[in-house]
């Protein structure tokens, strides 16, 4: 029912171009490697950053931010709809005081679902929020 609400919303909207950005935080650079879904030693691959227990998990300083940026469009001659998805990676501790202010603004105003739909729950969220909360105040 909700893939049925969502395709009917992007064949009306489709005439128009629509677009997002998403972010996540990765263990790496790879863009291949799904935001929500890493792999730490010991842990299954599902479970995203914050499985990992204290101690277990990397140091916010060695993870990436990972952003997509989304578009859908009519194709004017098919009216076929096109998806496409551009992925860019930085390591979290380049990212400047600005978007790191931005970044925790955003983390700390999610909900705890939406955290651990990120891979962010809990400590591992705290860390990563303290972290960039430190890059943001550095001049």
Known sequence: AAAAAAAAVI?????????????G??????????????????????????????????????????????TLRRLPESQAILFTI???????????????ATFASSLAGMTEDMRKYKGLE?????EVLEYLNELAAAP
């Open 11 to 23: 064949l009306k909207q489709a005439d128009k171009p629509v677009w997002r950005n998403n972010w």
């Open 122 to 126: 809990g400590e591992a969220a705290d």
């Open 86 to 100: 551009k992925t860019l990676t930085q390591p979290l501790n380049t990212i400047g005081s600005v978007a790191a």
């Open 25 to 70: 935080v990765a263990l790496n650079g790879d863009i291949s490697q799904p935001i929500y879904s890493v792999d730490i030693p010991g842990v299954a691959r599902s479970q995203g950053v914050a499985a990992a227990g204290p101690g277990a998990r990397p140091h916010p300083e060695t993870l990436w931010l990972k952003t997509e940026y989304e």
